[in-house]
């Protein structure tokens, strides 16, 4: 997943609503700087090229479903990716259900980058939520986005 999202080429106009979506759920919007991108395997892909950031978000239901602890659903995604150890980690309620977020830093093929990601359980689908950015100034700038796109997280039914 983290080599789909950042292979990810623009299209021009940005959209809410995902292209596959196995759960029905929206995000936030991450604000001006971020573009819609082909989502390859995903519902959801922005990229804010100022800040060589991508955010995807994808979800797994019925027969994909995996009722892991959210922070084993969180280790997953960063598969191919050489990653420390969490530098923070929270539980917090989203859309009325348990929560888990992560922040590490990680080098995926010899770069230097930070990852963030949220993910949760709800109506037998699992949403992720995946920030990749460079370390330092430029993630700090994207992150904002991402909170943006993870806060304004809503199933519909």
């Keep these: ?62 027969a994909r479903f995996e009722d892991s602890k959210l922070e084993d659903l969180a280790t997953h995604l960063s598969f191919g990716v050489r990653m420390g150890e969490p530098k923070d980690e929270r539980r917090f309620e989203l859309d009325g259900r348990s929560a888990y977020s992560m922040r590490a830093v990680g080098e995926l093929d010899g770069v230097p980058i930070e990852l963030a990601t949220t993910v949760l359980k709800k109506d037998l689908c699992v949403y992720d939520i995946v920030l990749i950015a460079p370390r330092g100034e430029r993630f700090e700038a994207a992150h904002a986005g991402y909170q943006s796109a993870v806060s304004g997280f809503r199933t519909q039914r």
């Design 1 to 62: 997943m983290i080599l789909l999202a950042l292979s990810l080429a623009c299209t021009p106009k940005a959209v809410k609503v995902a292209q596959r979506l196995e759960g029905n759920y929206q995000l936030g919007d991450p604000g001006s700087s971020w573009r819609v991108v082909k989502s390859g395997g995903a519902d959801f892909a922005y990229r804010d090229t100022g800040n060589a950031a991508v955010i995807y978000a994808d979800s797994n239901c019925g």
